[in-house]
């Protein structure tokens, strides 16, 4: 059924926990994502370029003194890396933030599909972050997925 996919599963624990808007922009790793959105009190915030979406969660986060994070969507390749000066910017600066990014369907994992981007291992994009934020999980299966958004 198309409300357990985890998609709606993580929209559910985001109204959940409060989260009012998320900043992002469209692509083809986050379609299942926005989908369940549609039907969600959670406003998504589109724009045109994933480090002005990085730089607007900071500033959300900042306008609400901190209090709740701020919500960046991107998807792999090109998307993830363009919001990295806006995570680090807010990371940082101890900005609350919440990364969700989108990623090719793991059976494509280590082929090079399109935008993948291959730090030595495979299905590692969101390696790019550990430098400079707290924590970066990838989550490869379903069940995992309550764990470790509590954690984040």
């Given at each position: ?22 900043f ?5 790793t ?23 979406a ?7 986060s ?6 709740v ?12 890396a363009?919001?990295?000066?806006g ?32 730090l030595h ?6 390696e ?22 509590d954690k984040?």
């Amino acid at each position: 059924m198309k409300k357990d996919l985890v998609a709606f599963q993580l929209v559910k624990f985001l109204e959940a926990r409060g989260v009012e808007k998320i900043f992002g922009l469209c692509g083809h790793t986050v379609i299942g994502f926005l989908d369940a959105l549609k039907d969600s009190s959670i406003r998504f915030i589109s724009v045109r370029h994933e480090q002005i979406a990085a730089h607007a969660a900071d500033g959300y986060s900042r306008g609400r003194g901190c209090q709740v994070p701020g919500v960046l969507m991107t998807h792999l390749g090109p998307g993830i890396a363009n919001a990295t000066t806006g995570v680090a910017e807010a990371s940082l600066n101890s900005i609350p933030m919440v990364v969700i990014a989108g990623d090719v369907p793991s059976c494509y994992f280590g082929r090079h599909p399109h935008q993948e981007v291959n730090l030595h291992a495979d299905a590692s994009q969101y390696e790019i972050y550990r430098p400079f934020v707290k924590r970066a999980w990838r989550v490869d299966r379903a069940e995992l997925l309550p764990e470790i958004m509590d954690k984040a």
